[in-house]
């Protein structure tokens, strides 16, 4: 069955420290990818996508992810946290003709 | 506006009422989705409309009935639920009608099903 791996659960960081969330999933056909974000009690929110061209993609506030299809990976990153990132994160893959489906998601805690 | 609307932001019914949670979206979206989302835990897909037509149905039990009255509406109809059936439930839409398209959540609707 498809599925997708976030295998960080809990992630506890200091502002300015670097921040990066894996992501697997297990499918070998085509793909698009998604990390979305979710703020303490505020909605889902699309952080960045990728769907095809260079596997190095930037989103919002400046978080970026790379695409490893050798890998099945599609790593979130950002150079230095802010306390205002601290949120849920959902990384979710999309099979060509499937559905949606996300991973466990990860928390990340950002102290200042 | 890149807005998903729903309504009610909270939701309190007895397992033998009959409620409708609302979903509202004015990007020209042509595919729009129901998930649900218990505490701590990934959404889970529970239907989808393409073009105002059922597409997927994730053997959702039949106390749950979308509806979709026009491409920016759908509507969860809900009856005889169960205590279990207490979530966030989450309408997202998205540009493409191919299933595969990034999609825009709305806030959702908290259930409680007492």
């Known amino acids: 069955a498809q599925s997708v791996s976030q295998h960080n659960h809990h992630v506890i960081l200091s502002e300015a420290a670097s921040l990066e969330l894996g992501c697997n999933y297990s499918y070998g056909g085509t793909v698009n990818l998604f990390w979305y974000v979710q703020y303490p009690g505020q909605h889902l929110q699309l952080l960045l996508k990728y769907f095809s061209g260079d596997p190095l993609v930037k989103g919002i506030k400046g978080f970026e992810a790379e695409f490893i299809k050798s890998k099945f990976s599609f790593n979130l990153r950002k150079p230095s946290v802010q306390w205002s990132d601290t949120a849920e994160y959902f990384c979710a893959v999309n099979p060509l003709g499937g559905k949606l489906i996300f991973g466990t998601g990860t928390r990340l805690q950002v102290f200042p | 506006d890149t807005e998903v609307t729903q309504t009610p932001k909270h939701l309190v019914m007895g397992m033998t009422n009959k409620k409708s949670l609302k979903c509202e979206q004015h990007?020209?979206?042509?595919?729009m989705y129901w998930y649900k989302q218990k505490a701590k835990k990934p959404p889970e897909l529970m239907f989808v409309?393409?073009?105002?037509?059922?597409?997927i149905n994730e053997s959702v039990p039949s106390r749950f009935s979308p509806e979709c009255p026009n491409s920016s509406l759908l509507n969860l109809h809900l009856h005889a639920l169960q205590p279990e059936d207490s979530a966030l439930y989450l309408c997202?839409?998205?540009?493409?009608?191919?299933?595969?398209?990034?999609?825009?959540f709305g806030p959702g609707t908290r259930l409680t099903v007492t």
């Open positions: 997202a839409s998205s540009p493409t009608s191919r299933v595969e398209g990034e999609q825009y």
């Open positions: 990007m020209g979206h042509r595919a």
């Open positions: 409309y393409s073009y105002e037509k059922l597409s």
